[in-house]
DNA sequence: TAGATTGTTAATCGATTAACAATC
DNA sequence: TAGATTGTTAATCGATTAACAATC
């Protein structure tokens, strides 16, 4: 992959899309695709997936479009999905549990190799093959395997002072389904947010303003 | 709450954010704050917080700021909080438990009335103080009970069939946390998507990319 | 009144769309 | 070659920022 200019967040967030779509697409035998094509099934504008995928290279051939397996894989390789990047998961309540069984870190570029918790009864389940460990050993862990990011599946209340403690060890990236605010504590780190609260308040918006019509 | 032009998604995705900052400013008993303090606090622009608050009405005083308590139900009441809108899940997987539970559905204008799941196993099993129902019995459900949203927590697989029997009973209006394409298929449906490993492909290719370099 | 801060208009910036020459 | 479709430049659209008059 080669030297590129800094690509915006609203491209970035459109490839994991044309991820998905691809990976179906060469399961169902496709070998080849036009950007036209490609826009009526996404729901896009064909020139914005060129512009989108020119920011990478230049994938497809002239008067033929795209190749399905060839763009999956390049993609693929652009969101770093072979990284699997040691990570490791806070909180083991519903969604800890939810997000540490459900995902298939495997595919995704990441490894989860340690879930912590702080209740007594937590500690020590077996969850995603992994035993739940006391946060107290934390830092020993750490320093030992090295993980590089870190799942917030904690409360908003919790998350501040284990967010001082991960980035004192080294760690800067941070998948936050807490309420914390990380990217305003610590402006280095690179943080994805989760907010399924305010995720369902804009549905709540949205519905009350379609009802109002 | 007066009749508005449209407005646009990223001013109303902003919106959850203003709330939930109000909120914890009016816990710590501030009464007072102007739209520059707000501004440094959540690390936008003054000019941008004035623009989206103006959207709705004038809630501020000129050399005074915003009454931190009046703009906050003000929000909420824009956002649609009060609405309470009866709500059915499906799946109580690992995720759905999480989302049945997680989730104080009675503070965001949502009330959880039914929770469905086809697999023998989870039928008959208590979450957020429901039992799961089969969803054969789904239909009876709707006509009785008149649910207008429904949370997604099923395999893509599932979401297809699932999305026509819904649409045909009349529900428009969908959380969807499955990788099924809802508003591909119905345009007039109301769709908010979480699609948590996009997200976390999104945080692999920024990872990828500041390692990069 | 003087100072502060809003509401609002104008300027800028960035993202999307359109157009078309290059080329397979 | 003719037809198709890309890569890329130019035009448009929308969102953010700046500026300032209104006014508390």
Not at 6 to 28: A, D, G, N, Q
Not at 45 to 67: P, V
Not at 191 to 213: F, G, P
Request: glycine share 10%; proline share 3%.
């Amino acid at each position: 992959m080669s030297r590129r200019e800094k690509v915006s967040m609203s491209v970035i967030r459109r490839l994991p899309r044309y991820y998905r779509f691809l990976i179906h697409l060469k399961e169902k035998g496709v070998t080849r695709i036009s950007s036209t094509e490609l826009s009526t099934k996404l729901g896009l504008t064909a020139s914005q997936i060129r512009q989108d995928l020119n920011c990478f290279g230049g994938f497809g051939q002239q008067g033929y479009g795209y190749i399905v397996s060839q763009l999956c894989d390049e993609i693929g390789n652009i969101l770093g999905l072979s990284g699997k990047y040691p990570t490791i998961l806070f909180g083991a309540g519903n969604l800890g549990r939810a997000i540490g069984t459900h995902m298939s870190f495997e595919s995704e570029g990441f490894r989860l190799i340690g879930i912590f918790d702080n209740s007594p009864e937590r500690i020590g389940m077996e969850l995603a093959n992994l035993k739940v460990r006391d946060v107290a050993g934390l830092e020993e862990f750490c320093k030992k395997e090295k993980p590089v990011m870190a799942i917030f599946c904690v409360p908003r209340t919790a998350a501040g002072e284990l967010a001082e403690q991960l980035y004192n060890l080294g760690i800067r990236n941070f998948w936050n389904f807490s309420h914390y605010d990380l990217s305003m504590r610590y402006p280095d780190a690179i943080v994805e947010n989760v907010h399924l609260n305010d995720s369902l308040m804009t549905l709540c918006y949205r519905i009350s303003d379609q009802s109002a019509k």
